[in-house]
Every structure is written in C-alpha cells, then in structure tokens.
C-alpha cells in the first residue's frame, strides 16, 4: 500500500509560481515511478509530468514543457512539482500518482494509487 498526500497548491496570480509537494508512504514508493495529473472541472483528468524511480528520466505534457519541473527527493519519500510562469489555463485539481514497480505512470490506467489532490487557482 501507499498513501499519497499533496500540499503546496493556492490561488496565485497569471506568471506566479507554486511548488506542490507529494509525500508518500508505504514500501514501493522508492522503485516506483510517479506521475502529476490535473482535472479542471468539467474536463478529462490529464497528465502533466512524470518522474521514474531513479529521478533520472522526466516526462511532461506538451502544454507544460518549459514551464514545469518534476524532481524527487527518495530521502524523503517526496515528489515536487515546480511550476513557473502559470496560466489561468493551469487552474486545476492536481493530483500525484505511484505507478506499478520500476514503471513511470503517463496514462490515468498505469496508476496504482493516487492523492486526494491539492487545487490550484490561476488569475488573470
């Protein structure tokens, strides 16, 4: 089992920066990849980035490139979301996500377990 819990979201204005934060528990977190989704409301949960097991290979959505940036920390049993030069288009539900062992999650069907999601809120 794992449990997910994410923090760092809030109400920020369009060009701000958040950091959101992702902390696990549970054994699997360490040789599992883990991903950053988002929902905004009336739309498909979307993949945003996505990080393997070792913190060597990132993954992200076209939307964000650039912009965003995955790292973890395994010492911590924590994944980060850096996320620059925001847009009201940002404005979401973000949730993280573990994948199967040794897999990195790019697709809702390749989580195994997910957060209760932290809500971001951009301005214009």
């Known amino acids: 089992q794992v449990q997910l819990v994410e923090s760092g979201g809030g109400l920020v204005q369009a060009g701000g920066s958040l950091r959101l934060s992702c902390a696990a528990s549970?054994?699997?977190?360490?040789?599992?990849?883990v991903g950053w989704f988002r929902q905004a409301p009336g739309k498909e949960r979307e993949f945003v980035a996505a990080?393997?097991?070792?913190?060597?290979?990132?993954y992200y959505a076209d939307s964000v490139k650039g912009r965003f940036t995955i790292s973890r920390d395994n010492t911590k049993s924590t994944v980060y979301l850096q996320m620059n030069g925001l847009k009201p288009d940002d404005t979401a539900l973000y949730y993280c996500?573990?994948?199967?062992?040794?897999?990195?999650?790019?697709?809702?069907?390749?989580?195994?377990?997910w957060g209760q999601g932290t809500q971001v809120t951009v301005s214009s």
């Open positions: 996500a573990v994948g199967r062992p040794l897999r990195t999650p790019r697709q809702r069907d390749e989580c195994e377990y």
């Open positions: 990080i393997d097991w070792t913190g060597g290979t990132s």
């Open positions: 549970g054994p699997i977190f360490g040789i599992a990849g």
